[in-house]
Every structure is written in C-alpha cells, then in structure tokens.
C-alpha cells in the first residue's frame, strides 16, 4: 500500500527502498495532495555493505522469495553474467491508495491545511526530530533550486538542465530522505535553534513547518546564503527572511511602491512616443529597478550613508539618472535632440554618461550625495573605478568603516558571469588598502545576453556564481512581485551596513524589447518573446494587486500617472525651447569644486626643492628603525649605500622616488602607490615597507613618518591583477586632484591586460566626459635580454593613443611646454636620470590641470653606476628636462659633429659606453628624448640646427613596427619641414618585442649600436 503526498511546490515522492531509506522526488504542479507509504520493512542498509549483500544472496541461494523483489532482480540478473551496473531493475510499484486531503488554497499558491487538530504525540526516537532538522536544512540550502523567480515561468534561465532526473538542478534535490510517515504530518515537533519560521512558536506541526519552508524559500525569493562559512551572518539572513510577518507592508509603503513604478515605466513610454527610432537602452520587463534601487538608498540613508557611489551599464542608465539620482529631466531630453555640445570635450553617447549630484532624501530627510559613473560599452569596465573611487572618497572623509560612503553595482547576467574583471574586483572586496567594505550588486538578469541565452553563454547554474568566492550572499528574487524586490532590497542595505560586506541582488526579469529599440529579438528568441508580448507590465499587475486590496483606487492611480506625465512634458518643452542646454559638464561625474580656475593654466609652479629638504628625506629613509627592530642585513646594506649617496649629493632612481614622494608629502599632497610588490619593488630597489625579520606583521614604513604633519603616505601591494588594479586606481584618482595616485606594473609588458582601462577611461575620459585624471602608470620597460614577455611596455601603443598633431609646428613661445601640456590628452615620458624622473612626479601635482602620465621606468638603470644625479639638478630653480643635449664634446663643438643620434631612455647608456670605446666623442652626438608626448617641437628644432651638416639617426632598441619611430619620423619631418631626413637604427619589424635567447639578444644589440654610431 502507498500514498502520494504533494508538499507546497513540490510533489513529494516518498518510497521505501529495500535498505528501508525514504527516497524523495519532487514533481512540479497540481493542487492535489497524497501520500504514498510503503508496507515493506526491511532492515536499513547503510550504503554499499558488502556483507550484508552476502548474507542477503546467501538468503536468495535458498529462497528467491526471501529477499525483496528488486534484490531477486538483481540477483537473478548477476547470476546470468549482467554487470553490477547494469543488473539492476526497477520493481513492479505496490498497489497504490489515494486519499484525498482536501485544502483551502492561499492567494498566489496552495497551502499545507491540517487534516486534525495537531496533537502532542511522545517522539518515537531522537531520529524523527534529526529527520525535521534534516527537511528545514534541506530548504535552506536547496529551495532556491525551485523558487518561482522567472516572471515568464518558462524553463528557469538559471538552471541549466531544469528537471533532468538526477542533475544538480533537479528539483529532487531539495528535500533530502526522511523516515517519517503520514500520520507524522500533525505531530508536533519542537523547532531547531537553526530556524526562525516559528517565530513566537517554539513547536509547530509537521505540516505547517513544511508550509512555512515553502512560503520562505520556494515562492518569488530564492535564498543562496548556506555556503556562507560564518553563521553569524547565516543566523541574520535567515532570521531576515524566516521570521513569519517580515513581508508586511504598510499601506503607505505600498503606494509609495506603486508611484515610483508608475515613475519607472512611464519614464520610458514618454521616451519612446517622443522618440520611437533612437536608442536608449530602456529598461521595460524591470522597471521594478528603480524602486529596488531607491529603496537600498533610502535604507542606507537612515543607515547613515551620505554619499553613494553608482556603476551600471547602460541598460535603464537613463532611467536611474532621472528616477535615483533625480537628474534634470531638461538636460536628459536635450541628449535627444540632436545638440551639439556648447562645452569642450567630445561627449558620448547619452546612456554611456554619468552625473554628481546632492540632493533630499525625502524618506530619511537627510541629504545624500549619489554619483554615476561614467562608462563605454565595454561591460563591467566600470567596476573596479567604482570601487576606487568610493575608496577614496572613504579615505577622505576618514570612513575607515564604510558608514558614510558606500558604492552600489549594477549588473546584467550575461556580463555579470561572462566578464573576468568581476571576479578580479570581487577579490578586492576584502584587501586592506581596496576595501570599500562592502558593495551592493543589482543584476538586471535578463535571461539573455544580447541574442545569446544562458545555455550558450555560462557554464554556472546562476548568473551570479562568481560572487560566491567571496562568501557573497545571493538574494534571487522575482522582479514581477515588487513588494518582495523591496523587501531583499531592504535586506541588502541592511546586510552591507552590518557586516561591511558584498551582497547580491539577482533581479530575474526579462527584456520586453530587444537588445535595443530597434533590433528584432524574434529572429533568434521566438517562443521567449512571443511569452513576452503576452504578459502585462509590472505596473499593471501590480496596480490589480492593490486595487483588490483596497489600498488604492483606479482614480488615485490615473491621478498620479497624470501628474509624473504633467512633469515629463514639461521638462519636454524646457528642453525644446532653450536649445542651448546641452554641456558635456552636465554630465561630470567627479567635479573637483575649488581646483579649475585657481591658477595660471598656462604656468606651472618650480618643481625643485630646497637642499635642505632632500638631506632631510635622505637621511630618515636611510636610516633604520629604532629601538629593537630587526632588518634583514641586506636592508642594512642597502640603507648604507643610501645613506652614502645622501653624505655625497647623488641619488639613484629609488632615492629620488623617495624625494619627490617625501617632498610632495610635505606639501600636503597625499601619495598612494599600488600595484604588485610594490612596496619592495620587483627588482629589490624601493623597500618603502621594511619587515621585522621575527616578528610577523611587524613593520616600518619610513616615508610615513617624515614630518609631524605630512600629508598620509600609501604603499600597498595588489592582487595578481592589472585590470581591476589599474581600474581601482584611476577610480582613486578621479576623487582627489590633491593625490599623486600610481599604478606600477610588475613588468610593463603586462600592462596588456589593463588595455581596457588604458583605452576608454584614460587615454580619452577627459575628451569624452570632461574628466581628468593624474594617474600615473610606471611601466618597466627595456630590453635586457629577458625575452619577449619581459622587454617592453609597448610605448607605441600608447603614442598611438596620444591625441597631439603631428603635421602642423605648433606656434612657440614663452609658455609653450605648459601649453602643451594643457593640449594634450597624456604625458608620455622615457627619463635616463633619477632627477628628471624626480621631477616628473613633482610637476604631476604641481600642474594647474590633471593628466594622465605614462613613465616607462628602467630595469637594469636601477643600479647603473652612471645613472646617478647630483643635488644640483633638483634644487631650488631646476626642472623637468623635456630634452637632454648632448654635453661632452660633440656638443660643444657642433660644426665637427658628423651624426647625431636621437634615443630615449635606457639605450643612451649603451651608446655612450660603445661611443667611448670606439673613440668617437667629437664626431658623434647623442641627444636624449626624455618627453615623448607632448613631442617637445621647439628643443628638437635647437638640436637639428644646432648641427646643421650631421646626418640625422633615430637610434632605438624595439622593432622598427614598435617602440618610437613611426611617431618620430613624421614629428622630425614636421620639425624640418620636410628638409632633412632622419634614418632609423634598431632592431628591423617583429611580431614579438624581443628574442628568448640571451645571446641572439646580445648579438642584435651590438648590431643596433654599430648601426647607431656608423661604425
């Protein structure tokens, strides 16, 4: 005999196995309960106990009848020559009786009504209660599985194989086995600490802890918080959405729901009657996002953050700015209308652009500060900037907790799981010098990646797996029941603000139109969208909703929708009638209030210090810690050549860092270097964290503690991460314009995979978004015969990207270096002298403007005996040197001079030494390049006619198709009007940046300064 029970969503399958185990399936569907109990009673087998099977078959040997009909099978099967594997088979079903448990349906699913008046029976055994312990844990860990989250109830996006019988997603999975029986369905039993669903209670029946389980875990929020290795955090969220009545809503904060959807979807209808052919990237099948979005902001508001930091693609960007950060309606329809822009900078396109503004918060009455960031379409780019930059604003303001500040990301699922630099950023989450203690994801989970869906485009269960490697929680929910979209929303914001932590919001909606207004989502997703023209917007279910409950009446309704439509048209016609209201600095996401217009933008400030200043620096980073701090003796060496160099007036490239750090530090400029080993250096040089060498976590930090009230001094190392890093650290910079902010490479060449980060926010962020920024990128660079993942940081690349002209001579005159500067979109410098670099660091903070400065730094000039500077070039009155003559011989008799050679960076030295061998001196000049970009037009000009009969060489160690040459063949064109010609000498065109073997590597440099020199 058996009996069929269906619990909630589920159809629970119980049967009795002939190791007397309970078995649970679980099938989707019907409103009929039953319970299906099996008379057989044979003893338990424990997995695969070899001797019981022996006894058993000894058992069959005599009687077949003896054992239970699937062991006969088996046997039987075996005894013919089938495989273990294959011998089993299935037995025939005992007669089934059905009885039929009639139940009064909840709105929206059925419930678990008792059959009797629960009654305390005595337990059976301390088993019966494991088992109830077993069932809750089984849906905390597994309902999510089969949650009713998507709005089109077609197969679940986020569940790869949906219902195959035994895959990770199958339904069966989220009960485990259990051995209790129908007439244990009205028992009582006494709750775990490990549940909240009780509330008050502290014993429930059976059939009404089932109930509950399902209400909590397996309607429209699917909970993924179980791998969480910290129960506090477990004990919170599961009290969060256990306890029974935390979904209730007022009437006010329901009608409050309901206006900002009205906000939400009639934001786009207006767009798209005005506007039917342009793209916006509209955010129709989850309008719910803006109260989602809201309401975290209204909770953190009461929280006590004052400044949010946005990031978000630009699906609904356009929506969020008028809606979140109530951006003019006036300046958001001009975007439409075809202006050209009444400010510098280029612009973009209107759902790539970003805002700051200050505004009331109308809930909590208090003023907040939201910013979005600016970003291309290149997808989750925008991430770690956000990150930074919140980390910034938190550096600040002195927010070491992340009480004041905070960032919220948004998301769409194909992105989300599909783009590596979230899970780098994700690994930022919990770094010291990265945190930004917590951020709040909103994925706007589509169910589609532009044409392609989740079956082609991941190989996760969810989206939103990446974020578990950080013990994120995962709060899936149906963006078609707003009530419980706010509810995980309020969740979010309250998890961040307990615990500092990332948390996920996976809103599973769908898009009503295709990737975009014009594309036609019918020629690659037919039966998705055919569902989609059918079902009703989530405004109009939810007004129905409201409407039945009495909290509103269609009047009120058609009366709010009336007022935000008296709004849009009005903005509609402000925008029509000032046709001048478009400005690219409408659209800044990170004004510098009190920086522009203070100084001569044509001026910059000496960058030299006094002597007195450097000696000081010297001194205290050459000395060691005091007391009982114990150094490596390497370091005390290293220490000891420094404090040398100090006593003599010279400094090497590790001192001079120092200097210009230090001195800045003086000056009230804060410092942050980052990046990987920074704070040694990967070539051994820096050692700006010095370590007790027994004591863990026991360090000195030198440059900290220079004067009594320097500016704060950063030295972290990063992750294994150039993409997020780098993107982390432009965030930074864009903050402040009072930081020196610094990414250094490993190894330049590995700067390639920051290209994005290189190529939309800083070559062009302040062309397209009127957005400076001072970072600086070090970038090891020089070939040393380390092989081609070790040689070069690709300065072509980034000439490329430098916008200066390159055919037209420039009109010179006075101020023309600082014009330069001020004209150009980077500052690409190769420097040979500590100084030069010295200066090249203090001009980045002394400039009236911010730019992006690429320094290619050496390798092997870290210690070069002649690559030393003398106090003499950093002092008071000195300056960067946009050029270096030649200052032997050569130039000082230029009518004898027969070659000049034109170079940068770290091949100088090699041409001198080779020039010297070969006793050329006199007959051949060598001229340092040391700024690339802005090409310094006006002392290369000096040079050329400086030697008026020289032949002209462009000597450099990269491949003919890299490094400098292209550029500079057409500038010295420009700069000799075409008159005289410059020949090249390196090494010829390559597809790699150098050779792996060490000695073809020698015999091509040899061949390049042979070339160089004419020997």
């Given amino acids: 005999m058996a009996t069929v029970l269906k619990i909630g969503t589920f159809s629970a399958l119980i049967c009795r196995k002939s190791y007397s185990h309970l078995r649970v399936s679980s099938i989707m569907g019907g409103h009929t309960y039953r319970t299906y109990l099996k008379t057989s009673k044979e003893p338990f087998l424990n997995g695969s106990s070899s001797t019981y099977v022996e006894e058993m078959y000894k058992a069959w040997l005599k009687n077949p009848e003896s054992v239970h009909k699937s062991w006969d099978a088996f046997f039987r099967s075996t005894s013919a020559g089938a495989e273990p594997g294959d011998a089993y088979q299935s037995p025939p079903l005992a007669?089934?009786?059905?009885?039929?448990?009639?139940?009064?349906?909840?709105?929206?699913?059925?419930?678990?009504?008792?059959?009797?008046?629960?009654?305390?029976?005595?337990?059976?055994?301390?088993?019966?209660?494991?088992?109830?312990?077993?069932?809750?844990?089984?849906?905390?860990?597994?309902?999510?599985?089969?949650?009713?989250?998507?709005?089109?109830?077609?197969?679940?996006?986020?569940?790869?194989?949906?219902?195959?019988?035994?895959?990770?997603?199958?339904?069966?999975?989220?009960?485990?086995?259990?051995?209790?029986?129908?007439?244990?369905?009205?028992?009582?039993?006494?709750?775990?600490?490990?549940?909240?669903?009780?509330?008050?209670?502290?014993?429930?029946?059976?059939?009404?802890?089932?109930?509950?389980?399902?209400?909590?875990?397996?309607?429209?929020?699917?909970?993924?918080?179980?791998?969480?290795?910290?129960?506090?955090?477990?004990?919170?969220?599961?009290?969060?959405?256990?306890?029974?009545?935390?979904?209730?809503?007022?009437?006010?904060?329901?009608?409050?729901?309901?206006?900002?959807?009205?906000?939400?979807?009639?934001?786009?209808?207006?767009?798209?009657?005005?506007?039917?052919?342009?793209?916006?990237?509209?955010?129709?099948?989850?309008?719910?996002?803006?109260?989602?979005?809201?309401?975290?902001?209204?909770?953190?508001?009461?929280?006590?953050?004052?400044?949010?930091?946005?990031?978000?693609?630009?699906?609904?960007?356009?929506?969020?700015?008028?809606?979140?950060?109530?951006?003019?309606?006036?300046?958001?329809?001009?975007?439409?209308?075809?202006?050209?822009?009444?400010?510098?900078?280029?612009?973009?396109?209107?759902?790539?652009?970003?805002?700051?503004?200050?505004?009331?918060?109308?809930?909590?009455?208090?003023?907040?500060?939201?910013?979005?960031?600016?970003?291309?379409?290149?997808?989750?780019?925008?991430?770690?900037?956000?990150?930074?930059?919140?980390?910034?604003?938190?550096?600040?303001?002195?927010?070491?907790?992340?009480?004041?500040?905070?960032?919220?990301?948004?998301?769409?699922?194909?992105a989300f799981s599909g783009q590596g630099v979230v899970y780098e950023t994700f690994h930022l989450s919990d770094l010291p010098d990265y945190s930004t203690h917590g951020t709040i994801h909103i994925v706007v989970n589509n169910q589609i990646g532009f044409t392609t869906d989740p079956r082609r485009s991941r190989s996760s269960p969810y989206c939103t797996d990446v974020a578990r490697v950080v013990n994120a929680p995962i709060f899936h929910v149906n963006a078609d029941d707003p009530e419980a979209v706010v509810h995980v929303s309020n969740v979010a914001a309250e998890y961040r603000a307990k615990f500092g932590k990332d948390v996920v919001v996976d809103l599973v909606c769908y898009r009503r139109r295709g990737h975009n207004e014009i594309d036609e989502p019918m020629f690659t997703q037919p039966l998705m969208y055919t569902k989609i023209r059918k079902i009703l917007p989530v405004l109009e279910l939810y007004k129905r909703h409201l409407v039945e409950e009495g909290m509103v009446t269609e009047k009120e309704i058609e009366e709010e929708e009336a007022r935000y439509e008296a709004i849009l048209q009005q903005a509609f016609s402000n925008a029509e009638k000032n046709i001048r209201m478009l400005y690219n600095t409408d659209w800044l996401d990170s004004p510098w209030k009190g920086f522009f217009g203070t100084k001569d933008p044509n001026k910059c400030e000496p960058t030299g210090v006094s002597e007195d200043i450097l000696l000081h620096i010297g001194e205290a980073f050459s000395t060691p810690p005091k007391g009982s701090f114990k150094i490596h003796p390497g370091i005390n060496r290293i220490l000891t050549s420094r404090k040398e160099m100090v006593k003599n007036r010279v400094v090497d490239w590790a001192l001079a860092e120092a200097m210009a750090f230090g001195s800045l530090l003086k000056e009230d400029y804060h410092v942050r270097l980052s990046g990987q080993d920074v704070e040694r250096g990967t070539f051994s040089h820096r050692h700006h964290v010095l370590h007790h060498q027994t004591i863990d976590k026991n360090t000195f930090r030198p440059l900290c503690h220079l004067w009594p009230k320097q500016a704060p001094y950063t030295v972290c190392n990063s992750s294994l991460s150039e993409y997020a890093v780098l993107g982390f650290e432009l965030g930074f910079s864009m903050t402040n314009p009072m930081a020196l902010v610094m990414w250094e490479a490993q190894f330049g060449d590995f700067m390639n995979t920051a290209q994005c980060i290189i190529d939309q926010f800083i070559s062009c962020g302040q062309q397209k978004w009127v957005r400076q920024s001072g970072i600086v990128l070090l970038l090891p660079h020089g070939m040393e015969g380390m092989g081609p993942e070790h040689s070069s940081a690709r300065p072509e690349r980034f000439l490329q990207l430098c916008s200066q002209e390159f055919e037209v001579l420039p009109e010179i005159d006075e101020d023309f270096a600082v014009k330069q500067l001020h004209d150009c979109n980077m500052i690409v410098v190769n420097c040979t002298t500590p100084a030069n670099y010295f200066h090249a660091l203090r001009r980045q903070m002394l400039l009236p403007f911010r730019k992006p400065l690429i320094v290619f730094t050496p390798k092997s000039l870290l210690r070069h005996p002649d690559a030393r500077s003398s106090f003499d070039v950093m002092t008071e009155g000195t300056t960067f040197e946009r050029l270096i003559p030649d200052e032997g011989p050569a130039g000082q008799n230029p009518q004898s001079v027969e070659r000049v050679v034109f170079c940068t960076g770290k091949v100088f030295y090699d041409l001198i030494k080779k020039r010297a061998e070969s006793k050329r001196d006199s007959s051949v000049a060598i001229v340092r390049i040391e700024q690339l970009c802005p090409f310094p037009f006006d002392l290369v000009k000096q040079e050329v006619e400086k030697y008026p009969s020289a032949k002209l060489i462009w000597s450099q160690e990269e491949h003919k198709n890299q490094g400098y040459w292209r550029d500079i063949q057409t500038h010295f064109e420009t700069v000799t009007n075409h008159e005289r010609h410059i020949c090249y000498t390196g090494r010829p065109k390559s597809a790699s940046t150098a050779t792996g073997s060490k000695e073809a590597h020698k015999k091509e440099q040899e061949k390049v300064l042979v070339d160089a020199l004419g020997l």
């Avoid at 600490?193 to 875990?217: A, H």
């Avoid at 989602?292 to 953190?300: G, L, P, Y």
């Fill in 95 to 414: 007669p089934v009786q059905y009885v039929e448990v009639p139940l009064q349906a909840l709105p929206g699913m059925p419930s678990l009504a008792p059959t009797s008046t629960p009654q305390y029976i005595e337990p059976r055994g301390i088993e019966d209660h494991l088992s109830v312990q077993e069932i809750i844990r089984s849906y905390q860990v597994r309902g999510h599985l089969v949650s009713k989250l998507d709005p089109l109830n077609i197969t679940a996006a986020n569940i790869q194989s949906a219902f195959s019988e035994g895959s990770p997603s199958s339904p069966q999975v989220v009960l485990r086995s259990y051995q209790l029986e129908e007439k244990d369905m009205d028992r009582l039993f006494k709750l775990p600490g490990s549940t909240f669903i009780g509330g008050n209670e502290k014993v429930l029946s059976l059939r009404e802890i089932l109930k509950r389980l399902e209400d909590v875990y397996c309607g429209h929020i699917g909970i993924e918080y179980m791998f969480i290795n910290n129960k506090e955090q477990c004990t919170w969220i599961r009290k969060k959405f256990e306890t029974p009545g935390i979904m209730n809503f007022t009437k006010e904060q329901k009608r409050l729901l309901m206006a900002r959807l009205i906000r939400s979807t009639k934001f786009e209808d207006f767009l798209a009657r005005k506007w039917p052919s342009e793209k916006r990237f509209g955010l129709e099948g989850c309008e719910v996002l803006i109260p989602s979005m809201k309401t975290v902001i209204d909770r953190a508001s009461e929280l006590g953050i004052e400044s949010i930091v946005i990031g978000m693609p630009h699906r609904g960007r356009l929506n969020v700015l008028a809606n979140v950060c109530r951006k003019p309606l006036e300046q958001i329809f001009a975007q439409f209308s075809g202006l050209e822009p009444a400010d510098e900078g280029s612009g973009d396109v209107k759902y790539h652009l970003g805002m700051c503004h200050e505004r009331l918060n109308r809930v909590t009455n208090k003023n907040i500060k939201l910013a979005v960031v600016a970003n291309p379409s290149h997808l989750e780019a925008v991430n770690p900037i956000v990150q930074g930059k919140t980390r910034a604003e938190q550096f600040y303001a002195g927010d070491t907790q992340g009480k004041k500040v905070m960032s919220i990301l948004l998301h769409g699922d194909a």
